[in-house]
Nanobody, 115 residues
Framework: VQLQASGGGSVQAGGSLRLSCAAP????????IGWYRQAPGKQRELVAS???????NYADSVKGRFTISRDHAKNTVYLEMNSLKPEDTSVYYC??????????WGQGTLVTVSS
C-alpha cells in the first residue's frame, strides 16, 4: 500500500502551505489518516488526524493554525497550514491507521519555515 504525500516547500514565517496525502480507496474509506512530523534530533509527533467519519484531532501546538480535511471523491487528505512558524520546520509524514496490525506510511515531505 502506498500513500502519496506532497505539498512541502519553503515559506517565510506567517505563510501558508497545503500538504496532500492520497491513499488507495480501500484504505482511505476506513482508516484514520494522520500527519506526523519529525524534526532533526526530535521524536516523530502527531500533528493532526482525521477519522473516516470526520472526527479530527490536533496537536496543541497547531490548533487554530492547521486544518485537516478529507476529500472522499479524491481519496485524499489535506493539511492546510497557516500562520507557519519556524518551529513548524520538519519532515511531514502521512499515515494511515487501519488497525493495530495494519498501518501505512507515506514518504516524507519537507516543510521549511524561515524567520
Amino acid at each position: 500500500v502506498q500513500l502519496q504525500a506532497s505539498g512541502g516547500g519553503s515559506v517565510q514565517a506567517g505563510g501558508s502551505l497545503r500538504l496532500s496525502c492520497a491513499a488507495p480507496g480501500s484504505i482511505f474509506s476506513i482508516a484514520v489518516i494522520g500527519w506526523y512530523r519529525q524534526a532533526p534530533g526530535k521524536q516523530r509527533e502527531l500533528v493532526a488526524s482525521i477519522a473516516a467519519g470526520g472526527t479530527t484531532n490536533y496537536a496543541d501546538s497547531v490548533k487554530g493554525r492547521f486544518t485537516i480535511s478529507r476529500d472522499h471523491a479524491k481519496n485524499t487528505v489535506y493539511l492546510e497550514m497557516n500562520s507557519l512558524k519556524p518551529e513548524d520546520t520538519s519532515v511531514y509524514y502521512c499515515n494511515a491507521l487501519v488497525s493495530r496490525r495494519y498501518e501505512y506510511w507515506g514518504q516524507g515531505t519537507l516543510v521549511t519555515v524561515s524567520s
